[in-house]
């Protein structure tokens, strides 16, 4: 197997945990593949075997990586996605971070965890993506999200008027300061934080959670992930914001999105012991009462 490692920055305190995932695979891989910027910033810290292969973007990583270990928090994971895209080229996540959704392996399980990757002890998470859709290209080529797409207001003391179909079928006018369409893995995320409902990963749906509603009697909706969604800001506000995942835009208004599933999956490595239920209740503290 070839290896690829991706991330922004390395504290001090975790450059030993680095130099141990570079020990671990030099042998197993040969060179690595080392996302350029993270490698200025940290290479000087570590020591190789032979010279990294340097990469900045998907093409110089596809057909040649089979695993893309990324290195840090849920944030760097996104956009790791980003880099990884439809090329089937697995993600594997080492949790640097705080929470840590996506990012399953934890700095503990390190070492435990490559050995059984290593043996190829391991199981494929496939999860949904989204796709946006609009007149002018925004985001374009990389418009696919693995959590969410989100419009939002730009003016703090404003409220957009969100109007939204599914499937050319009229669903509402939110009056809000947003709407978030998310994924399953992104239920987790902002629409979690916005009321939304926990959907596992396999539901095969999609949630549209309005944001700070100004209609009490309006809720999140849980719909099939085969569906179409359009939505059109309207109102009197000039501009607004759209968010893919960590990827943030300020669009002119008026502007139509389509957003729909991708044709593509990403494959997250996941170790034996890992399911989306012991994140819940690790992760979210499910079941943490003194009667337990």
Known sequence: MKFAVYGKHLAEAVVPLFQALVDKLEPAGGPLYLYEPFFRSVGKQLKFNSEPLLFTVQE????????????????????????????????????????GFLTSISREKIIPALDAILDSDFKLDQRTLLKLETGNGLFSPVNFALNEITVYKAKPMSMLTIQTWVDGDFLNSYWADGLIVSTPTGSTAYSLSSTGPIIA????????????????????????????????????????????????CEVANPLELIIRKADFRINLLRLRDASFFNTLRDKLNWGLDVRN
């Open 201 to 248: 990963p396999d539901a095969g749906s999609l949630v549209i959670t309005p944001i700070a509603s100004h209609n009490l009697t309006v809720r999140p909706v849980v719909l099939r992930d085969d569906v179409v969604i359009r939505i059109l800001v309207g109102g009197e506000k000039t501009s607004f914001f759209v968010s893919m995942d960590s990827r943030v």
């Open 60 to 99: 110089d990583i596809r057909g040649k990586a089979d695993i893309l270990f990324s290195i840090g928090g849920d944030g760097t994971m996104l956009d790791a996605v980003t880099l990884v895209g439809d090329s089937g080229i697995l993600l594997a996540g080492i949790n640097l971070g705080r929470l």
